[in-house]
C-alpha cells in the first residue's frame, strides 16, 4: 500500500525558508521519480519540482527556480522539498506525489504560509 506522509510546512515572513519532507513507503522508492505540487486556494494543483530516480535530474516550475530545490534520500525513503526566499504567492498546500503503474498517489498535504 502506496503511503505518503508530508511534513515541515507552517508559517514564515517572506524572505524566509522552509524544507518540507515527504517519507514515502508501499513501493520500491529508490525507483520512481517523486514530485512536489501545490495547490493555492481557489486554484489548479500545479507541478512544483520533480527529481528522477536517484536524483539524476530535476525539473522546476519557473516560478520557484532559483530559489528551490528538490532532493532525495533514497536510504530514508524520502523526498525533500527545499524552499528559500519565500513570497506570498507561495503560499499553498504543498502535496507529495509518485506515479506507479499509471496511478497517481498522494500525502496529506502540508500548508505553507508566507505572511508578514
Known amino acids: 500500500q502506496v503511503q505518503l506522509v508530508e511534513s515541515g510546512g507552517g508559517l514564515v515572513q517572506p524572505g524566509g525558508s522552509l524544507r518540507l519532507s515527504c517519507a514515502a513507503s508501499?513501493?520500491?522508492?529508490?525507483?520512481?521519480?517523486m514530485r512536489w505540487f501545490r495547490q493555492a486556494p481557489g486554484k489548479e494543483r500545479e507541478l512544483v519540482a520533480s527529481?528522477?530516480?536517484?536524483?539524476?535530474?530535476?525539473n522546476y516550475a519557473d516560478s520557484v527556480k532559483g530559489r528551490f530545490t528538490i532532493s532525495r534520500d533514497d536510504a530514508l525513503n524520502t523526498v525533500y522539498l527545499q524552499m528559500n526566499s519565500l513570497k506570498p504567492d507561495d503560499t499553498a498546500v504543498y502535496y507529495c506525489n509518485v506515479i506507479r503503474l499509471s496511478q497517481f498517489y498522494w500525502g496529506q498535504g502540508t500548508q505553507v504560509t508566507v505572511s508578514s
Open positions: 527529481i528522477t530516480s536517484s536524483g539524476g535530474s530535476t
Open positions: 508501499g513501493f520500491t522508492f529508490s525507483r520512481h521519480t
